[in-house]
């Protein structure tokens, strides 16, 4: 089972961005067809292993375009829906929601991209713009927000129907399997960074997908970033060091000196108090996960001295703009490990096991 391709996720050229935006006709595209199928990987039930299907192409609604998904990257949060730790999911669903797809139809009313364009497609896919939030530049926590790879069908597939509103450009430098995993674990990573404010002094708690961005982007930013990772854990410890980090250590080590804030990106709630630990008076500790096992209790002392702990939702439009503005100026590099399509199962069980340096990606 040696289908794991590492690759350090260059910047492709320019000449090769240029490329991507000419219109491209796939074969197995054709739009006069209309009973297309597509191969995806389905979420039948939780917790079963999702199963390789023929299903039928989806078809670009109003406001929608259909991507011909080329790479997809696996997150965390796949994994919390595969277990069933978030509730009622679309069934049976294709998940996947860090997608980088071309533009090959668009419905009524989806002007935004052109046929032949790149786009990337993060994890918010629909928001009401009515309610309080949305009014108030706060679309992450709309009441009725819909999530690519959750409540709509996502990248693990050939095709994806998206809203073109909440679809990204992608910036040229990034080839598309270096550019998936800045679809969520770089923008809940630097919306979890803005949340950390100006903190000098960062700990990164859990060294995957997330962490690996979030270093090389609080290193451009002048700040020094502490790492913990699983008891054990070098492996991760020296990837830490190699992108940047002052220090490495175990999740339970004191860091050399007080930190500034915190990011838990591990869904470990024991980390909490762990985190409170090493942050200074006035410090933030920041859960950045969706899904998190029960913080267990702790003394008031850690939270006392105007310490804060918070939680960050989901992403704004507005934290994709800026982000995929910002990566490609650090600049970020992208370090995956890529798996095909069929093998998603797979990827999904190395990230489980926390076998996977930087972020796993679905080439397609
Ligand atoms: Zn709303
Ligand atoms: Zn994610």
């Known amino acids: 089972m040696h289908h794991v391709i590492v690759a350090h996720a260059l910047l492709t050229n320019p000449a090769t961005a240029l490329a991507r935006l000419v ?13 297309s199928t597509m191969r995806a990987m389905l979420l039948d039930v939780p917790r079963r292993p999702l199963r390789a299907a023929d299903v039928p192409r989806p078809e670009p609604g109003p406001g929608q375009v259909l991507i011909a998904v080329n790479a997809c990257g696996v997150c965390r949060t796949d994994l919390h829906i595969f277990d069933a730790e978030l509730a009622n999911p679309k069934l049976p669903l294709v998940l996947g929601h860090e997608i980088v797809g071309t533009v090959v139809a668009t419905g009524p009313g989806a002007g935004r991209f052109a046929r032949g364009e790149r786009v990337g497609v993060p994890w918010l896919g629909w928001s009401c713009g009515e309610c309080r939030y949305c009014r108030t530049a706060r679309e992450n926590l709309c009441d009725r927000a819909r999530f690519t790879g959750y409540h709509i069908d996502g990248g693990y597939a050939e095709y994806a129907a998206v809203d073109a509103r909440f679809a990204f450009q992608l910036p ?6 270096a550019a998936a995993p800045l679809l969520c674990a770089g923008l809940i990573g630097y919306r979890s960074l803005v949340a950390a404010s100006d903190a000098e002094r960062l700990g990164l708690y859990g060294f995957g997908a997330a962490a690996h961005i979030v270093a090389q982007l609080a290193r451009h930013q002048g700040r020094r970033v502490f790492a913990f990772t699983r008891a054990g854990d070098t492996d991760a410890q020296r990837f830490a060091l190699e992108l940047g980090a002052v220090w490495a250590g175990a999740s339970d080590d004191r860091p050399p ?8 990106f591990a869904p470990v709630g024991s980390l909490v108090p762990m985190a409170l630990r ?14 998190m096992s029960e913080i267990p209790a702790f003394p008031y002392d850690l939270l006392w001295g105007e310490r804060v702990v918070r939680s960050v939702a989901n992403l704004t439009r507005k934290d994709g703009e800026e982000f995929l503005a910002l990566a490609p100026k650090a600049p970020v ?3 995956i490990e890529s798996y095909p399509l069929e093998h998603a199962n797979e990827a999904l069980g190395a990230l489980r096991a926390g076998r996977v340096r930087g972020a796993a990606v679905l080439k397609i």
Do not use: M, W
């Open 23 to 35: 219109p491209v006709s796939r074969a197995r595209y054709n739009s006069q067809q209309q009973f």
């Open 172 to 177: 040229g430098e990034y080839a598309d399997a």
């Open 257 to 264: 000196e007080p930190l500034d804030a915190a990011i838990i």
């Open 278 to 291: 090493t942050v200074a008076k006035g410090g933030t500790v920041v859960c950045a996960g969706i899904h």
């Open 333 to 335: 590099r992208t370090e």
